[in-house]
């Protein structure tokens, strides 16, 4: 059984120093495969290759993608074993990136970083604060973008349950011994369901009133 480093068995024993370092996390993400689409979690990252774990995985050797909310990247399956598979992913990715889960503009995140090595510089010789670099401030999302992403995030959240209950459901021992915590995955993919749509309407208030899940419905609506 591999450990939690990621090997990679096509690395020649001289070149193991060069191998990019690796992170251990553990981060929500998901696959495809040709008509395998399954949610997995990352166990450890580097630049150029992926721990990743899940219910259904993809076989030695095949092309995937591998998508954490607002990125993705393809990759080869290294090795597989158990619930387990390594992969080596087409292309160099940003480790930083992958755990927020989404790109940042470089200009920016220099500009943050510098002023951030700046202030702490001043903090440890004891002079004033530099001023803040106001070509470096964060312009924050409009009221109503933030609802429309909350609204996708939500609906993410949802696929992945459904998936998840999809692949538990394939199993008849898993069926058999946990159907009580399945229905409440599917209790759970219906009320995100519902969330997002409230989120998603111009009248929030006759959209909660026409969720069909009723303890939701009286949750949402009491006085």
């Known amino acids: 059984m591999p450990s939690d480093d990621l090997p990679v068995p096509s690395f020649p024993a001289s070149d193991e120093h060069a191998r990019p370092p690796r992170k251990n996390l553990l981060l929500a993400a998901s696959v495809e495969a040709g008509a395998l689409s399954a949610p997995v979690r990352i166990r450890n990252l580097s630049e150029t290759g992926a721990l990743i774990d899940g219910a259904a995985l993809p076989e030695i050797g095949t092309e995937l993608t591998l998508r954490r909310m607002e990125i993705e990247i393809g990759a ?53 604060l530099p001023a803040e670099d106001g070509a470096a401030t964060i312009t924050l999302p409009r009221a109503h973008v933030l609802e429309e992403r909350i609204a996708e995030e939500l609906a993410y959240l949802r696929r992945v349950l459904d998936s998840v209950g999809d692949v538990l459901s394939d199993d008849a021992i898993i069926l058999q011994r946990h159907s009580g915590a399945l229905q409440q995955i599917d209790v759970a993919c219906q009320t995100l369901a519902e969330l997002g749509a409230i989120l998603g309407s111009m009248d929030r208030v006759a959209a909660a009133s026409a969720v069909n899940m009723h303890d939701l419905r009286a949750r949402l609506l009491r006085k």
């Open 76 to 128: 080869t399956v290294m090795w597989r074993t158990g619930g387990r598979c390594g992969i080596r992913f087409a292309g160099n990715v940003s480790v930083d990136d992958w755990v927020i889960g989404k790109r940042r503009t470089s200009a920016l995140f220099e500009r943050s970083q510098a002023g951030v090595d700046a202030r702490q510089a001043a903090v440890r010789s004891g002079v004033s």
